[in-house]
């Protein structure tokens, strides 16, 4: 099963709807949406479409250690899963997080303990990290670890999740062969479930061309 979306909604979500069936929410990351909002999204999207929430970045600015902070983050976070039937949360981790024994160690506890609130957590190491060793700390406790395929590669997992911010950065888009170069992956790929994300300027364009790329 190949699943394709962006983070957020690059169009008005009606619009969005018609061509995907898969979004990552990226409100959550920064402020809750209103409920209105949220219960909105659900009524207008099809029965079959899957939300992903991007967990509040206050989690990461914690360095993934217990607190009051964290606590009160994943409690708005199972709230707003419930509005919006998801039990898909994604953890990405500041720039800032460096790699160390001591946050490898903070982030292993927490993905151990926030995997029996949701049914299927993704976590996002820094590009600063190893990305091999961020992929084994993130399979040892049974999360998914998130990368960028055309930066760092495939993975070798029946389940897989990969976020794609641009060949430069946010704000760039990916050009026709980069595109082509990453259908060409995918098809190539043995997972049983992946999903692509788009989370650069020109996403919604750039996952519709990767989707015709793709033929799906």
Not at 127 to 156: C, F, N, Q, Y
């Amino acid at each position: 099963m190949i699943t394709v979306g962006c983070a957020g909604f690059p169009v008005p979500a009606t619009r969005y709807f018609k061509e995907f069936l898969f979004v990552e929410i990226q409100e959550t990351h920064h402020a809750l949406p209103g409920m209105g909002t949220i219960r909105r999204w659900r009524r207008e999207a099809p029965k079959e479409f899957t939300f992903a929430m991007l967990a509040p970045r206050e989690i990461g600015q914690e360095g993934f250690r217990e607190g009051k902070v964290v606590e009160t983050s994943l409690n708005t976070l199972l709230e707003v899963g419930k509005e919006l039937e998801s039990k898909i949360a994604v953890f990405v981790s500041p720039p800032e997080f460096v790699q160390n024994r001591a946050n490898k160690a903070a982030v292993k506890e927490f993905l151990q303990n926030v995997r029996k609130k949701f049914e299927r957590v993704i976590w996002e190491a820094p590009t600063t990290w190893d990305a091999d060793d961020a992929a084994s700390l993130a399979e040892d406790v049974k999360v998914i670890p998130a990368r960028d395929p055309l930066v760092h590669g495939m993975l070798d997992s029946p389940v897989a999740y990969y976020r794609l911010a641009g060949p430069a950065g946010h704000k760039s888009r990916y050009e026709d062969p980069a595109i082509e170069k990453l259908a060409q992956l995918a098809k190539d790929a043995k997972h049983k479930d992946v999903t692509y994300v788009f989370t650069n300027v020109d996403m919604f364009a750039d996952a519709k061309r990767f989707k015709k790329a793709m033929k799906l």
